[in-house]
């Protein structure tokens, strides 16, 4: 572990890994899968909204995505902070496509049917992050639970 954090710092990181850090698709998957993890791990509803998300935004065929979700994973557990992937998402995505990013957590959120307080947390955390207002945030919220039938 140390080594790898000296590679880091001394800036001899992975280069392939360094590329899939500010890939846009990389960032997404790994928000979405923050958010899942949130709630005491990835359920398989979860994971299929993820992966249908990944697949319909970027075009992405079936194995690409499940390549992408896995090294998401990986990522997202060694992950100190957010920052960086939201980062990501603000450079290459408009105002549009950044509320749209909200919708696409709150869908993963609700796809269990809960919302826990951490959960809302984290989304209202990202939104901050990424320059989605308070308004957008809610009114995305309140497109998904429609989509689920919630009240």
């Known amino acids: 572990m140390l080594d790898g954090l000296l590679h880091i710092l001394l800036g001899h990181e992975d280069a392939h890994r360094t590329g899939e ?28 909204v993820i992966q249908r998300a990944l697949a319909l935004r970027f075009g992405l065929e079936r194995s690409e995505v499940i390549r992408l979700i896995k090294a998401a994973e990986e990522r997202a557990t060694e992950a100190t902070d957010l920052f960086h992937f939201t980062r990501v998402v603000v450079e290459n ?23 826990t307080g951490d959960e809302d947390a984290l989304i209202r955390r990202v939104a901050g992050l990424i320059y989605v207002s308070d308004r957008d945030r809610r009114e995305a919220r309140r497109r998904v639970m429609q989509r689920f039938e919630i009240e």
């Open 93 to 115: 995505f408009t105002e549009e496509e950044r509320i749209g990013v909200i919708e696409m957590l709150w869908e993963v959120v609700y796809s269990n049917g809960v919302l």
């Open 21 to 48: 850090r500010n890939n846009p698709a990389f960032a997404l998957a790994v928000l979405l899968i923050e958010v899942a993890r949130s709630d005491d791990g990835v359920e398989d509803r979860a994971q299929g």
